[in-house]
């Protein structure tokens, strides 16, 4: 009885229900060739990488001429006003990013991957504007010795940590 069931069900598929959805198509495709949305030919996809290339590429391409044009007009010194606001806010986005690469870790969430490569540019960064802005003597010295010593050995782990974490997510 069963059979029974199932092969009338079958019957009803290969009638009038597969009549139904081919003259469904057909007119679907009717539509789209009377707009003009489907003439025969095929069109190369465009994917978001492609756009992203340009974009970075295009980025590259302004920025290092603009490297030059500042290095020829920029001072040699500059007064900042908001001097503790920089080195504040760029110490705490360090520490957040460190903070949630720490937590992401625990929860085993693959955002470790992004918290860990911002981590270490900021760490990065933090080493570099702390060597080219030290005054000379004592200060130049420490900033050296943070940047040798901490800032570019934690850099490198946080580069590691998120290649490690990428291998791993990419299984």
Same mark, same amino acid.
């Given at each position: ?32 060739? #009377?707009? =003009? ?7 190369? $996809?465009? @994917?978001? /990488? ?5 974009? %970075? *590429? ?38 957040? #990013?460190? =903070? ?7 929860? $085993?969430? @693959?955002? /470790? ?5 911002? %981590? *270490? ?49 990419? $299984?």
């Amino acid at each position: 009885m069963a059979g029974n069931a199932s092969s009338g069900l079958v019957d009803r598929l290969d009638g009038g229900l597969g009549d139904a959805i081919d003259d469904r198509v057909a007119e679907v495709l009717d539509d789209y060739i #009377a707009e =003009g949305r489907l003439d025969g030919r095929i069109r190369p $996809r465009r @994917s978001p /990488a492609g756009f992203a290339t340009i974009v %970075a *590429g295009g980025v590259a391409a302004v920025l290092l001429p603009w490297c030059l044009i500042l290095a020829a007009t920029l001072p040699g010194t500059y007064q900042a006003s908001h001097w503790k606001l920089a080195w504040v806010g760029l110490d705490c986005a360090t520490a957040v #990013a460190a =903070g949630l690469t720490a937590y992401f870790l625990h929860t $085993r969430n @693959s955002r /470790a991957i992004l918290t860990a490569m911002a %981590a *270490g540019t900021l760490l990065l960064a933090d080493a570099w504007f702390d060597v080219s802005t030290a005054a000379p003597g004592f200060d130049h010295t420490l900033s050296i010795a943070e940047a040798l010593l901490l800032e570019l050995p934690l850099a490198l782990c946080a580069f590691l940590l998120a290649s490690r974490e990428l291998r791993r997510a990419s $299984r």
